[in-house]
């Protein structure tokens, strides 16, 4: 049997990715076949074609961090999981494929009648949002917090989760994204117009307990000035090395994978120094997935249960087919999108496919 995947065949722009179609991979013992159903598109994508995502694997590779499939042959020593069962993965690349093989260990079931796409929502975003919260902050019912590029596919599961903890929050989002930053009850303040750290100065007076920031750099120590003494900025990525369909630095490929660990290292070691309580703190999904995969597995359940209770519902900004693959890092890399993109499996019904 034939299907098709994604293929980056070297560092750099649109032009980078090309359609392929050739056998489907068959699983190896522990291995589990999955059809994909929907797989995510994130901004980390956009940084593992170009290179500088300190993830990139060699090329040629197929990106795609997260999935959720339905089981469809299961390999030698599968005791666990059976044909027909939909599952979540996160495999941090590979996912945009018909078909995958992955360990077994690898999946998280996933409960039936949930829409495959905001289903595949929960587990890249919604994780490392929900981590950062839980995890790195600890946050409080009562606690304010600033959540940057609010409008985003991680900022609007923050909101989200947000407002189930109690937060009181504010959101930088361009125009576009206000009105949803407000509905998820988050004051927007337009990061393009506004003097963003004065107007959250002056819409809380000494400021706020937490910041999430994914824009990095020198934006890090401007969050820093927003904190109330014991708080914390969360940084957790490097949306301001991207502009458009490319890097702001033109420099892509493999060997600048770390150049924004570096800075981010020096800015934390600062903010330790520097009186008044104000920390820096990095988060990064895969160290954790590495570190703790109990927890994983555990917030990834969690949240499941929440889109099953309605508690949450992930913004899916647009479903795609897998061949448009191209063109969503296009529509994301210009911005402007409100939630998470995914590429949906074209034949499949997406509420009834996971059933
Ligand atoms: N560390 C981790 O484990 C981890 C996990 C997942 C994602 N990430 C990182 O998280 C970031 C966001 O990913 P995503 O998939 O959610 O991307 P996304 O959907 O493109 O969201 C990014 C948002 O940032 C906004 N934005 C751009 N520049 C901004 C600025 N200067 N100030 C405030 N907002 C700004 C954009 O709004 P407009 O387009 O309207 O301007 C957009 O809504 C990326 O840097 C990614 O690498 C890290």
Redesign the pocket.
């Known amino acids: 049997m034939k299907h098709k995947r994604i293929v980056v065949t070297r560092y750099g722009g649109p032009d980078a990715l090309q359609v392929v179609e050739e056998q489907c991979p068959t699983p190896s013992r522990g291995e589990v076949r999955v059809k994909v159903l929907a797989a995510g598109v ?3 994508d956009i ?1 593992a074609r170009e290179g500088i995502h300190p993830e990139t694997p060699p090329v040629p590779f197929t990106p795609g961090w997260d999935l959720v499939g339905v089981v469809d042959q299961v390999g030698p020593g599968v005791s666990g999981v059976e044909p027909g069962q939909a599952v979540a993965a996160m495999p941090i690349h590979g996912a945009w494929a018909e078909y995958v093989t992955l360990p077994e260990e690898a999946l998280v079931p996933v409960p039936p009648g949930l829409d495959p796409a905001e289903a595949v929502s929960l587990v ?2 919604y994780i ?1 949002a929900y981590q950062m919260m839980h995890r790195s902050a600890a946050v409080k019912p009562g606690q304010r917090a600033l959540v ?2 609010a ?5 609007t599961a923050l909101l989200q989760l947000g407002r189930l903890a109690g937060l009181e929050m504010y959101g ?3 125009p ?2 206000a009105e949803t930053v407000s509905r998820l009850g988050a004051t927007p303040i337009d ?1 393009g117009r506004e003097d963003w750290v004065a107007e959250v100065h002056r819409l809380t007076g000494d400021g706020v307990d937490v910041v999430f920031d ?2 990095g750099g020198n ?1 890090l120590w401007e969050s820093r000035q927003t904190l109330r003494p014991g708080g914390v900025v969360v940084g ?5 090395s991207v502009r458009g369909d490319g890097l702001v630095s033109q420099r892509s490929g493999r060997r600048h994978r770390f150049g924004g660990a570096a800075r981010f290292a020096l800015l934390i070691a600062a903010a330790r120094l520097l009186p008044g309580r104000k920390r820096i703190v990095p ?4 160290t954790l997935l590495r570190m703790r995969p109990q927890w994983f597995r555990q917030d990834l359940v969690t949240l499941l249960e929440l889109l099953q209770q309605r508690k949450v519902a992930p913004l899916v900004a647009e479903r795609l087919p897998l061949a448009e693959a191209r063109q969503a890092l296009e529509v ?1 890399g210009r ?3 409100t939630g ?1 993109i995914v590429l949906v499996d074209g034949a499949a019904s997406p509420r009834a496919a996971a059933a």
């Open positions: 994130s901004l980390p940084m890249l975003n490392t940057h590029g409008a985003g596919g991680v900022g930088t989002c361009s576009r994204g990061y994914p824009i934006h957790y990525g490097l949306r301001s988060y990064s999904i895969q994301l911005g402007g999108v998470k």
